[in-house]
């Protein structure tokens, strides 16, 4: 059994001004999508100052649809009965499908500014978001959020604030499968030019799997519990979709061009 570290959520504090782990999580995320974004542009016609735009239109569909989402599917409630709770991002609560749901529509819009496919940009920023989902599963672990079950593993950890037993480091294992794992395929598939739309559905299908089987290590969310079959939870239930849709946009991708 391992011990559960103890880390300060925040990194920096000032006075009244406080910068948390979580907050520096999603920086790391940026600064890693704008540098691998940079080394790329020219391949689907973006010059190095047009990744910058992009990542701000990007980063404005991952704050806003990750905290909304959150809001809508996790935490109804806690909104209808403390609406400024929705402004605290700080405090965590950020959902990988509404990000991904602001990011989509974030790029429709760029990519119709800069006269692009839809799926051509998509293909372009797929393999520069798992370095932030990574990163923001390790923000997770440093706020003690995303509890696993329990286990008799040797890595697992009494989870702070509830009791001595052992748990998955469930947000850890995202850590590595959403973040690692999925950077390394995604960069080594898209280093060669594939047909339009392959890259965009092998990361849903990926990541969609990974969520679906981390969900079977990690506690539902205590709000929600199980959604049905004393087994199905939330994220699994936002996975599904993902991995069907991920599925028909690859077999729709044997008949587009290739880049």
């Not at 969609?208 to 519990?225: C, K, M, S």
């Amino acid at each position: 059994m391992l011990t559960y570290p103890s880390i300060d959520p925040v990194a920096v504090s000032l006075g009244p001004f406080q910068v948390h782990w979580y907050g520096l999580m999603y920086v790391i995320g940026f600064i890693a999508a704008w540098w691998l974004g940079r080394q790329r542009a020219e391949r689907i016609g973006l010059t190095r100052d047009d990744v910058g735009d992009l990542l701000f239109y990007g980063a404005l569909g991952v704050v806003l649809g990750g905290r909304l989402g959150y809001a809508l599917f996790y935490g109804l409630d806690q909104w209808l009965a403390d609406p400024l709770w929705i402004l605290r991002i700080w405090d965590g609560g950020m959902s990988f499908h509404g990000g991904l749901i602001g990011v989509l529509l974030a790029s429709w819009i760029f990519a119709r500014r800069k006269g692009l496919a839809f799926f051509t940009l998509t293909d372009f920023v797929a393999p520069l978001v798992p370095i932030g989902l990574g990163a923001g599963r390790i923000g997770n672990f440093i706020n003690h959020e995303l509890p696993g079950r329990l286990t008799n593993l040797p890595w697992g950890m009494p989870f702070p604030g509830m009791g001595p037993e052992p748990r998955h480091p469930s947000s850890l294992y995202e850590a590595l499968l959403e973040g690692l794992v999925l950077f390394v395929v995604m960069w080594w598939v898209s280093a060669q030019p594939r047909r339009r739309g392959f890259v965009s559905g092998l990361f849903l299908v990926l990541y969609g799997a990974f969520r679906f089987a981390v969900e079977f290590v990690r506690l539902p969310d205590p709000q929600l519990g199980f959604i049905a079959f004393d087994w199905l939870t939330m994220g699994m239930l936002l996975s599904l979709p993902m991995i069907l849709a991920g599925l028909l946009l690859m077999g729709w991708s044997r008949h587009q061009p290739t880049p």
